[in-house]
């Protein structure tokens, strides 16, 4: 039987307000990406919901023009929030906005299974896992969660960003099936 915190996940009314507030996400993203932008550091504290239930993308200190290949790193180290980097992120290859659709992934994996696809105490174990290991299935955490958004989900964290969906506006079809 699912926990009491996994069933918790799929109530219709949560599941609802998710399935909004990724649609307003994908919007902010298609906006931000036809701009030649890529975020770079899309995490659950840089969305914000306000009581209208209107979505607003936050902190965008590591955004970059496309045009701009001076690369990811700040005196050498990475920067954005780990969990949430695509590999090639981590590998230090140009970014597109893709990128930021691998992080809406982990996002949206983590809402629907309370946990993310890849845990680890350490940068370099996360690192590796990302790089060479496929996340647990989404219903298999989650026996009853959203087929749909699983699919989704399970796309957006694909390893080659050719593989996942190429824009926000196609996630956003997905998502409105």
């Not at 109530?11 to 906006?31: F, I, N, S, T, W």
């Not at 219903?139 to 190429?166: M, S, T, W, Y």
Request: with cysteine; aromatic share 6%.
């Amino acid at each position: 039987p699912a926990t009491p915190k996994v069933a918790d996940l799929n109530r219709p009314e949560r599941m609802g307000k998710l399935k909004d507030a990724m649609l307003q996400v994908c919007e902010a993203l298609a906006y931000i990406h036809g701009h030649g932008l890529v975020h770079r550091d899309l995490k659950p504290s840089n969305i914000m919901v306000d009581d209208d239930r209107q979505v607003r993308l936050m902190d965008f200190g590591l955004a970059k023009f496309l045009a701009d290949d001076a690369g990811i790193t700040a005196d050498g180290k990475l920067v954005g929030t780990y969990r949430y980097m695509a590999p090639e992120q981590i590998l230090g290859e140009p970014l597109d906005g893709r990128s930021d659709l691998y992080s809406l992934g982990v996002i949206l994996y983590e809402l629907m299974s309370g946990r993310p696809p890849f845990d680890a105490k350490t940068p370099h174990e996360l690192w590796r896992q990302v790089l060479e290991t496929e996340p647990p299935p989404l219903l298999a955490l989650n026996l009853h969660g959203d087929p749909q958004l699983a699919r989704v989900a399970h796309r957006l964290i694909r390893k080659e960003p050719d593989d996942r969906f190429q824009t926000a506006e196609e996630v956003y079809e997905a998502l409105s099936e």
